[in-house]
């Protein structure tokens, strides 16, 4: 056993060892017998990084023959929903298990799977945070698989009903770092947004009509948007701004705020996820042809344009 492969064990089974006693049922299911890093990556009593680490190990391996082992793992049972828990989502988890199963097997040549990415996207909750979020793994498998029809699928999903199907599909799009993005551009560009300034509100209401005010003209409120936060106003308690930039607000905190924004003639202008779900569909139309993947930065690129 080489190295690498020791280690990967060791940190495998030191994670199994202190979740032992708090799901000893998980360890009655094998995936696998000739296989303890399927077992492991199966098991919810495992931490989920190690869990990632098993599968990204049986990756590197290129060995098909691990391939019905982690086809089994897609069908295994699910934890019960546990509303009560703080930051944790064991259903959550297992989705970014999926996502880490099906990349996996791409990297063993079966890309049989692939059609759940979107699908998992669209399930995804917001409780997971961090490196351990089901949109940022999204994006991370997507960008190592390098599919762009992948990309197609999810900007397909920002036609969905469901407002969170909407949310999760943008914001997928948004942590993939697509060339020319139609939303979330940068804002080094727009006046009056790199100056820090300081403000207090209670209200949503209260924070947008502060960031428009305070910019000077710089940021604008679409008609959605502005539709948008008169019917979903609410107490968001006391909020204080001590020498922030408007950028950096708009940035950081719009998108616990459900909105958006985009720069459009030297101005920001707040949108919904709905009308940044458009922009990502024409943006998909104009650009999708072209897009080409590159291996070696695992990112989708636009050729270089024409002399002339």
């Not at 023959?65 to 509303?83: C, D, E, F, Y």
């Not at 990309?151 to 469901?162: C, G, H, K, Q």
């Not at 209670?202 to 948008?228: C, D, M, T």
């Not at 024409?282 to 650009?287: C, F, G, I, S, V």
Request: with cysteine; hydrophobic share 45%.
């Amino acid at each position: 056993m080489g190295p690498e492969r020791a280690a990967v064990f060791c940190a495998v089974a030191l994670a199994m060892a202190a979740c032992r006693a708090q799901a000893p049922q998980a360890e009655k299911t094998m995936f696998s017998p000739d296989n303890p890093l399927i077992d492991a990556a199966g098991n919810p009593g495992v931490e989920l990084p190690a869990r990632i680490d098993a599968l990204a190990h049986i990756a590197s391996t290129r060995a098909p023959s691990t391939i019905p082992g982690l086809k089994r793992l897609l069908s295994r049972g699910r934890p019960a929903a546990q509303p009560l828990l703080v930051n944790w989502d064991p259903q959550a988890a297992e989705r970014v298990v999926d996502l880490h199963i099906v990349a996996t097997l791409h990297a063993l040549g079966d890309d049989s799977e692939l059609y759940r990415i979107p699908q998992l996207v669209a399930h995804a909750g917001e409780i997971l945070q961090g490196p351990e979020g089901e949109l940022p793994n999204a994006a991370a498998v997507i960008r190592e698989i390098g599919r762009k029809e992948l990309i197609e699928a999810i900007v397909r999903l920002t036609n969905d009903p469901s407002p969170a199907v909407v949310r999760n599909a943008v914001r997928t799009l948004e942590l993939l770092n697509l060339p020319s993005p139609p939303v979330r551009q940068a804002l080094s560009g727009v006046p009056n947004l790199a100056k820090p300034t300081s403000f207090s509100i209670h209200r949503l209401s209260q924070e947008i009509e502060a960031l428009v005010s305070l910019s000077g003209g710089s940021i604008l409120l679409s008609e959605e948007a502005q539709s948008y936060v008169l019917t979903h106003d609410f107490d968001r308690g006391p909020v204080n701004r001590e020498n922030v930039t408007l950028a950096s607000v708009l940035e950081r905190d719009l998108p616990f705020l459900n909105l958006d924004y985009y720069v459009s003639a030297g101005h920001a202008v707040i949108c919904t996820l709905e009308e940044a779900g458009r922009l990502w569909q024409h943006w998909w139309e104009r650009h999708g042809a072209a897009l080409e993947y590159r291996k070696d930065q695992s990112a989708f690129v636009l050729p270089p344009a024409p002399p002339g």
